[in-house]
């Protein structure tokens, strides 16, 4: 079921619970509203528990100010109505307090958008806004004037992030991208320089990522597609819960048989994806109208050069990709642990992905089983759906430790004697 179809109220309650769930507010903290076709706003109440809101709870002010409901609307409305004055394209609005959001915000500085193109694809050019006091009609004013410039997120100054869109759905999705940004940005601080990516690199991912395939209409599916169907689902949402995945980001394949498989599609929201919106790829052909991930030929040239990988995942998670926006090397011999699941963990340029795929395949195997994508995503593989999750899952991981260890004291990893031993006794050479 697509969320725009549910009632206003059902869509503000479904998205406020999705973003206390996730830690992106507090429980008296932020707002939401939709503009609908009728000019009537609705829109979140003023102090009530933002984790426990329902249908009832919603305000609805029509044009003539008019407002329906058991409690005050938010105080932000100001904010709200100014904004959809100024822009009629935009149905939606977020406006929340996001850790790492209101970090640059109390720094008063613009997180970079550019770390990846599959972030910037979603976000592009993000502002800031001066500070106003809450509520205030200074405050909605300076935002709108902001939103007037065509930017769909903007940065509040010691406040937090406002996000606007056509849909509520869409606002949530930007509104987590822009989050996992900051993030990333964050963690990469921490051990090193973020490096955005220029123009030149922006257009060459777009001319290599688009993918032409034929359709096949044909087809029956067998129980080994529907388990792995039915599997895979299961592990794309939990590596939405486990943060390794967010709504747009993330990639899941696993190979059904031969030259077939099965991987998620292109531009849906990885939370609510069902088992028929997976797209079963055979040979150089995908399902009738269906569009595979833009990675899809990566993951197929990964499964034609090595028969013994039967899934990849490729995701953006925080602290893993602090190591693929800086310089920085990523060793996981920090535990025997990380050690035997990742054993070596390869890096690769941002360029070379796009230019010199046949590289990036080649370095995939059993004792190099991650890839580091410079400014690109972490890309994991191994014999079975969940050994790909759980690689991706101990990058995380080491990732977090490292980053961690960082700020404590001088990184001790384990020797290469160590490493022997620990290769003879679990019988990894």
């Known amino acids: 079921m697509k969320v725009e179809s549910l009632h206003p109220a059902d869509q503000l309650i479904r998205t406020m619970d999705r973003i206390y769930r996730n830690g992106m507010t507090t429980t008296s903290g932020g707002n939401l509203s939709i503009h609908d076709e009728n000019g009537d706003i609705w829109i979140t109440p003023s102090g009530i ?36 004055e100024k822009r009629p394209d935009i149905r939606a609005i977020l406006h929340a307090h996001p850790p790492a959001l209101v970090a640059f915000s109390i720094a008063r500085v613009l997180p970079k958008t550019q770390l990846t193109v599959g972030l910037y694809g979603i976000l592009g050019e993000i502002t800031m806004a ?40 869409s606002a949530y999705m930007k509104f987590e991208t822009l989050e996992t940004t900051a993030n990333i940005e964050i963690c990469a601080r921490m051990i090193g320089t973020p490096r955005s990516l220029q123009e030149s690199e922006l257009d060459l991912a777009h001319a290599c990522g688009s993918t032409t395939m034929d359709d096949f209409s044909s087809h029956e599916e067998n129980p080994e597609e529907h388990e792995t169907r039915r599997s895979m689902i299961s592990m794309i949402h939990r590596a939405c819960r486990q943060k390794l995945f967010i709504s747009t980001q993330g990639t899941y394949s696993a190979r059904v048989s031969g030259d077939s498989f099965i991987i998620t599609p292109h531009g849906m929201d990885r939370t609510c994806l069902e088992e028929n919106d997976l797209v079963l790829i055979k040979g150089a052909m995908k ?61 690769i340029s941002f360029s070379d992905v796009y230019q010199k795929q046949d590289e990036a395949v080649d370095m995939i195997s059993d004792r190099m089983p991650v890839l580091i994508c410079g400014n690109d ?37 384990i020797s290469d004697t160590e490493i022997e031993e620990i290769d003879k006794v679990f019988r990894l050479t």
Request: proline share 7%; net charge neutral; charged share 20%.
């Open 377 to 413: 995503r972490i890309l994991a593989a191994g014999d079975s759906l969940l050994n790909a999750f759980d690689r991706l899952e101990v990058a995380e991981a080491t990732a977090r430790s490292l980053v961690s260890a960082r700020q404590i004291g001088e990184i001790v990893r």
């Open 49 to 84: 528990d933002k984790g426990a809101l329902k249908r009832g709870d919603i305000c609805r002010v029509t044009k003539d100010g008019t407002i329906f409901g058991p409690y005050k609307p938010s105080v932000e409305l100001p904010l709200h109505a100014s904004v959809y």
């Open 287 to 347: 399902e009738l109208g269906k569009h595979p991930s833009r990675s899809v030929m990566l993951h197929k040239a990964i499964y034609d050069s090595h028969p013994e990988l039967n899934s990849v995942v490729s995701a953006s998670p925080p602290y893993a990709m602090a190591y693929a926006v800086t310089n920085e090397p990523f060793d996981p011999r920090t535990i025997p642990e990380s050690y035997i699941m990742l054993r070596g963990a390869g890096k």
């Open 130 to 169: 001066p500070y106003s006091v809450p509520g205030s009609q200074a405050l909605g004013e300076g935002i709108a004037a902001a939103f007037e410039k065509g930017f769909y997120a903007v940065v509040l100054e010691n406040h937090g992030v406002c996000i606007g869109a056509d849909t509520m759905h």
